[in-house]
DNA sequence: TTGAAAGCGTTACCAG
DNA sequence: CTGGTAACGCTTTCAA
């Protein structure tokens, strides 16, 4: 591969010039230009981006931590994060936790030791220590969740998702609901939790089952048999959309009216919402506004202004589909 | 940061022993490793990679382009993929191109100015003339689908897919059949159809119906109509799972008993398979393969061996859900 | 077993 | 407007 040096021999010229029109700086000949240009075509020379990192001691990369690639939330996220970063000059480097520890250090060491300038994180962190510490003094911005007081994040209320789910089932004149709720140890599931009893409390004449239960590992069994200790449940509120798609498959098998006799509601509007048979209503994040947030706050943190992280808390909003009846 | 020297001056070596130490390297006495060993713990001192990529020229980096994250099957090589490279300690920038040809470049750009060793490409390329001239100098491997003679790929052998579709229906005594393919313009779709009809063909007194829709802007209306228009259909091979998925939600609202009076197959075996109702059958590629043929290929390149592109066929396999019928 | 110095490709600074 | 040179952090070669 060629180099300046090569071009600036071709060219007649210092590498300092080459460096010069390259970086489009002024004091620089228009002749003396596009003789350099031209040389640079004739070489096929690419300028190595390695060396200007390595200069300036920055990569122009944004590290993004995130537990896999599976998420349509974070996915979606990550396409429109990545083309606002693109229009700054940066570019997005991805590393997958997997839950796995080890995979945690080894990308955060990586993004360490590649000199990433900015720390996007999807994920909660399990890394303590050292490495915690290097982590901490890069700027960052956590989504999703709030990890700490000292990093800023940007989050949706899940406590409003919970209330705004409750209300449309009231609204339609649900009276025996299943609540079907995730581990209790994830923190967006007792906040979830918390906004649903806050509007379900107004309420005494309604009765609400909970039901705990595994966000992967569920079949339509789980929900048969719930459905036969029930029998006159009318609306569901799901922690996740697949608890909900396993749900509506139970409900089929029993000849249930989705929509009509039996409201169902699911949680995070991934693309499942658009598989499922009838199609699933759910309760989504405003992704958009919270990428806009994630790009500002990081960019705000690069200016400096490490000492005063913010977190930034954003409202859900209700996906209406097949599966609630509205007016 | 600590840099080396820092390291060296508190350890009171040279850099030279220092960067032995970092790399294991021998010809250092105990000793000294340890108390170079212990200033770099008291510094906190990380290796800049971004240093040592400059100097060897390599950055360890393997480039990945790919259309968007949203594909299951990608989602999964990757993260397949993507542990065999970090035990070879190599890692990977993913590009997504979104199917824009600015995008392309500019990851494309992005990937030989930052040095990558090697590049993955799971989607088409629309880049042309000097750019793609360099992207073809580098160890490259096409996942999916074979580029050009001259392109070393891996991919699933769409023929066998559509074969394997016609024989589970004919085995479950379909005699009218709805095959809803995709554009014609892609080569899968096209090989596709080959094999179904290939084995169609053999069966004179089966009727197929075929029909061409676009992948993601289908709704269940389209099928509506389409029952209406063969109300005896008992068998449909559709071209992508979410095609499936909307004909699915078309046979309920029409009381069709799927995996018994009407049988149906997807493609590609994604996530949609597991929240439709009924479970959807479908066909798919042999992932575990595929990352294990690409890592080799990969890697039989980097070795200089770039003269002789290899092109690896893999069978597709059926994964039988709930709307087929099978004994 | 250790260290000094050259070199990787680029940019910035200072002289001309 | 142009060019020489130091500097970035690391590895390697060669000499001690």
């Known amino acids: 591969m060629a180099n300046m040096q090569d071009v600036a021999k071709l060219a007649n010229v210092s590498v300092t010039t080459v460096s010069r029109v390259i ?17 640079i075509q004739t070489l096929d020379y690419v300028p190595n981006e390695l060396a200007r990192s390595f200069y300036y001691n920055s990569s122009k990369m944004i590290g993004l931590l995130i537990y896999d690639l599976k998420n349509d939330f974070y996915n979606q996220f990550i396409t429109r994060i990545e083309s606002q970063l693109i229009e700054k000059g940066y570019s997005l480097m991805i590393g997958t936790t997997q839950g796995n520890p080890e995979r945690e250090a080894y990308f955060l060491n990586l993004f360490l030791a590649n000199n990433i300038d900015e720390l996007i994180l999807c994920t909660n962190l399990c890394t303590q220590g050292p490495l915690l510490q290097k982590v901490l003094k890069l700027p960052l911005v956590s989504v999703g ?3 700490s007081d000292e990093v800023s994040s940007v989050s949706a209320d899940n406590t409003s998702g919970g209330q705004l789910a409750a209300q449309i089932l009231i609204q339609n004149r649900c009276r025996e609901i299943l609540f079907v709720n995730g581990p209790k140890t994830l923190h967006s599931v007792q906040e979830k939790s918390a906004g649903f009893y806050q509007v379900m409390d107004q309420y005494p004449e309604i009765h609400v089952h909970e039901v705990i239960l595994d966000f992967v590992n569920v079949t339509q069994t789980s929900f048969d048999q719930l459905f036969r200790q029930w029998p006159s449940i009318d609306g569901i509120f799901a922690a996740s959309d697949f608890l909900a798609a396993c749900a509506l498959r139970s409900l089929h098998s ?74």
């Open 23 to 39: 970086n489009n700086r002024k004091y620089v000949n228009e002749e003396t230009k596009q003789i350099v240009l031209e040389a």
């Open 145 to 147: 969740r709030v990890l």
């Open 254 to 327: 029993l000849d249930k009216k989705v929509g009509e006799a039996i409201q169902v509601i699911g949680y995070e509007n991934t693309n499942v919402c658009l598989c499922t048979n009838p199609l699933l209503s759910s309760i989504a994040r405003p992704l958009e506004e919270m990428v806009d947030w994630t790009t500002q706050l990081l960019f705000q943190e690069v200016q400096g202004d490490k000492t005063a992280p913010r977190h930034v808390l954003l409202k859900n909003s209700f996906v209406p589909r097949e599966t609630t009846q509205w007016k």
